[in-house]
């Protein structure tokens, strides 16, 4: 289980004796760790020092890096052009309509698309709600940036690598193979890029928004963007010199951004270890997520209710619920989580079996045998 960033459950392991652990305290080939630079966002913004989505200085440091003939990857964990297209006018919004989400913006095929069942549709000349022309884009993905940076270095060979672009048969690999050929000085990516990829020839990380990964309503963001951003930072000097790494971010003070920047991984563990006891999760109780799904709102309400009630009656744990998660409706199934947490002294095989007695008494409920129920145990 080798891991320049352990998750929080697996060293937690190590540290009670459950796992042995072996340390590795340099870089293979004693390479120097890259030096990281944060970039306030707010403060760039304010002084009129950004090229569209780019500061001063990571357009400063490509080109360093372009001169030198060294290679720079930029990540930006959102695929697309811009999650959002917004009418000025009645501030409508392009939804899905069969998910409880807005359609992506994809420039190069001039259309929206869901992100979560397929669904696409034409790019809209006028608002669908009050015929306005005025249609803008908001936030920012993986195209976007691949085309700001054909506008401001004309001259650089631009790649980018997300789920559309390597969709296609040996996508990834063509991709990867281009930019080890040094056919490609610059690639765009998402969370592909970050992991196990190695390029002698890369000098410079550029991370184009920390914030966006940070701010998750998930109780492992901080652990997640701690190894996100370190991973990605690893990717830069893997040979002789020393890398570099530039963060653009609005919150350059924020901890677990601070905790990259110092490549602190116990000061990271240690901080969310503590609000992990504090708020009852990982590794200090085992989680069960129950996800309901039916077509029917009411019905998916009514049933979920008596579930978690029934829950709630026999199990004397903490029983969570029923909640909708943020995005509440896919492929026009409403959803529906209940969220159970067993302590550690507590016996984890007895609490499955009654929760799977429950499940079969909810099954036996004639109305609510259509109701979906997926049992996700532990899902680290």
């Given at each position: 289980m080798g891991s320049a960033t352990p998750s929080i459950e697996t060293y937690f392991n190590t540290q009670s004796g459950k796992y042995g652990l072996v340390e590795i305290?340099?870089?293979?080939?004693n390479v120097?760790?890259?030096?990281?630079?944060?970039?306030?966002?707010?403060?760039?913004?304010?002084?009129?020092?950004?090229?569209?989505?780019?500061?001063?200085?990571?357009?400063?440091?490509?080109?360093?890096?372009?001169?030198?003939?060294?290679?720079?990857?930029?990540?930006?964990n959102r695929r697309g052009f811009s999650p959002v297209v917004e009418c000025m006018t009645c501030g409508h919004i392009p939804q899905c309509p069969q998910c409880d989400v807005s359609l992506t913006y994809h420039k190069h095929k001039n259309q929206l698309?869901?992100?979560?069942?397929?669904?696409?549709?034409?790019?809209?000349?006028?608002?669908?709600?009050?015929s306005s022309v005025h249609l803008t884009t908001k936030g920012f993905g993986t195209e976007q940036i691949q085309q700001e940076l054909?506008?401001?270095?004309?001259?650089?060979?631009?790649?980018?690598?997300?789920?559309?672009?390597?969709?296609?048969k040996f996508g990834f690999e063509k991709i990867i193979d281009s930019f080890k050929n040094q056919e490609v000085e610059i690639l765009v990516g998402t969370q592909m890029l970050a992991k196990g990829?190695?390029?002698?020839?890369?000098?410079?990380?550029?991370?184009?928004?920390?914030?966006?990964?940070?701010?998750?309503?998930?109780?492992?963001?901080?652990?997640?963007?701690?190894?996100?951003m370190t991973q990605v930072s690893g990717r830069s000097g893997r040979s002789g010199?020393?890398?570099?790494?530039?963060?653009?971010?609005?919150?350059?003070?924020?901890?677990t951004i601070q905790q990259v920047v110092q490549n602190d991984y116990l000061a990271m563990y240690n901080e969310q270890l503590y609000?992990?006891?504090?708020?009852?999760?990982?590794?200090?109780?085992?989680?069960?997520?129950?996800?309901?799904?039916?077509?029917?709102?009411?019905?998916?309400?009514e049933g979920s209710m008596w579930l978690y009630q029934m829950m709630q009656q026999y199990l004397e744990i903490p029983v969570l619920g029923p909640e909708e998660p943020p995005i509440s409706r896919i492929r026009n199934e409403y959803i529906r989580t209940i969220m159970i947490k067993i302590p550690q002294n507590q016996s984890l095989?007895?609490?499955?079996?009654?929760?799977?007695?429950?499940?079969?008494?909810?099954e036996a409920v004639t109305q609510y045998r259509s109701i979906k129920v997926t049992v996700n145990v532990d899902f680290y």
């Open positions: 305290s340099e870089r293979y080939g120097r760790m890259p030096e990281i630079k944060l970039v306030d966002l707010k403060d760039k913004y304010f002084r009129k020092k950004m090229s569209g989505h780019f500061s001063d200085t990571l357009i400063e440091e490509i080109t360093t890096a372009l001169s030198l003939g060294e290679q720079v990857i930029l990540f930006q698309r869901c992100h979560y069942c397929g669904y696409s549709m034409a790019k809209p000349t006028n608002c669908h709600s009050c054909v506008e401001l270095f004309p001259n650089a060979k631009v790649g980018r690598m997300d789920q559309d672009t390597t969709r296609g990829l190695d390029f002698d020839n890369v000098s410079l990380v550029g991370i184009m928004n920390a914030d966006n990964m940070l701010y998750h309503p998930d109780f492992r963001a901080f652990e997640r963007s701690f190894q996100m010199k020393q890398g570099k790494v530039i963060i653009q971010t609005y919150n350059p003070d924020h901890n609000e992990r006891q504090i708020y009852k999760y990982p590794p200090y109780f085992k989680l069960i997520k129950l996800t309901l799904k039916h077509r029917d709102f009411d019905k998916l309400k095989q007895g609490t499955k079996k009654t929760i799977q007695k429950m499940l079969n008494s909810f």
